[in-house]
């Protein structure tokens, strides 16, 4: 089992739709985690860390569910410049290190 | 700031050929990391350095060296290049410290090795 799983999609969402997805990981020690954008052929970027308690950035939202081992990513009022993939990662205790899901791609359209 | 700056941007190899891919960073960030990305398997981490003078493997550091003799740079060498080290290269830079610190990548070195 991979320690960081995805649903690689696509997700095809129309423009001004919501559209919402997780990441399950394996390691109960992970301790921080986060979603990154990365645009084709880009370097990935931060769009969000993620945080017990949920959070909230605008049209993103991320939550944490330490219980089932999952976080998950969801976005309001589609723009077609949310087109892109979104990567899920995460760190253990010792901080040194991220680990990335294989990312879920969204495609929003007209 | 340039932030992470890579070259070369595009490299293509013969196997068995040597070459390093560079990588720097002008933010003075301790921890820096090399990671490749292949289509379907993430970012999976190559090395990764704590500070100057200190190195260690990452998940696939096999074929592969770094060192980090300044904050600033962290070369990532290819000893003898495989068809299998076909992919794109990450170099990534990030404060030390807390874990959630967030991290900063270089735009990438996409090598193909015939």
């Known amino acids: 089992r991979k320690e960081v799983e995805q649903d690689p999609g696509p997700f095809n969402v129309p423009e001004g739709a919501t559209v919402a997805f997780n990441c399950t990981y394996s390691?109960?020690?992970?301790?921080?985690f986060f979603w990154y954008r990365q645009d084709c052929r880009k370097e990935p970027k931060l769009l969000m860390s993620?945080?017990?308690s949920g959070n909230e950035d605008g049209r993103f939202t991320a939550q944490l569910n330490r219980a089932s081992q999952y976080i998950s990513l969801l976005i309001r009022d589609s723009k077609l410049s949310d087109s892109a993939t979104y990567l899920c990662v995460l760190s253990g205790a010792a901080g040194n290190k991220l680990t990335f899901g294989g990312g879920t791609r969204v495609l929003v359209k007209p | 700031n340039a932030g992470v700056t890579q070259t070369p941007k595009f490299q293509v190899l013969k196997t068995g050929q040597s070459m390093t891919l560079q990588c720097a960073q002008d933010?003075?960030?301790?921890?820096m990391s090399w990671y490749r990305q292949d289509p379907g398997m993430g970012l999976r981490l190559i090395h990764y350095?704590?500070?100057?003078?200190?190195?260690d493997q990452g998940e696939v550091p096999n074929g592969y060296n770094v060192s980090r003799s300044t904050t600033e740079d962290f070369p990532l060498r290819l000893l003898s290049a495989a068809p299998s080290q076909t992919s794109v290269y990450f170099c990534?830079?990030?404060?030390?410290?807390?874990?959630?610190?967030?991290?900063?990548f270089g735009p990438g070195t996409r090598l193909t090795v015939l």
């Open positions: 350095s704590v500070g100057a003078g200190i190195t």
């Open positions: 990534a830079s990030r404060t030390g410290g807390f874990s959630y610190n967030e991290q900063f």
């Open positions: 993620v945080y017990s």
């Open positions: 933010m003075n960030h301790e921890y």
């Open positions: 390691n109960s020690a992970s301790q921080s």
